[in-house]
Nanobody, 117 residues
Framework: QVQLVESGGGSVQPGGSPRLSCAAS????????MGWYRQFPGKQRELVAS???????YFADSVKGRFTISRDNAKNTVYLQMNSLKPEDTAVYYC???????????WGQGTQVTVSL
């Protein structure tokens, strides 16, 4: 079992640059691909960014050039640095851990990010 705890959400003005953190515990962090998803009201969760234990990254087109993802395997933590936020980035952001080659996956509880004046 892996427990994921997100932090860093809240209200921010357009153009702001908050950083989300996700602390993992309960298993070997480096076994997992870590990802950030977001969910808009009434919509399914969508992948925003992911990072492998080796540092390979993926970004959704909607956030390329604005968001970066990083992980600190020593601290069992993954980060999502969000820059140049837009109102359309308003969503609940979820941390995800996925073990490659298995169906094993875990979700955090989610953190609300609201972008408004």
């Amino acid at each position: 079992q892996v427990q994921l705890v997100e932090s860093g959400g809240g209200s921010v003005q357009p153009g702001g640059s908050p950083r989300l953190s996700c602390a993992a515990s309960g298993s070997i962090f480096s076994f997992y691909v870590m990802g950030w998803y977001r969910q808009f009201p009434g919509k399914q969760r969508e992948l925003v960014a992911s990072i492998t234990s080796g540092g390979s990254t993926y970004f959704a087109d909607s956030v390329k050039g604005r968001f970066t993802i990083s992980r600190d395997n020593a601290k069992n933590t993954v980060y999502l640095q969000m820059n140049s936020l837009k109102p359309e980035d308003t969503a609940v952001y979820y941390c995800n851990a996925r073990r490659v080659g298995t169906r094993e996956g875990y979700w955090g509880q989610g953190t609300q990010v609201t972008v408004s004046l």
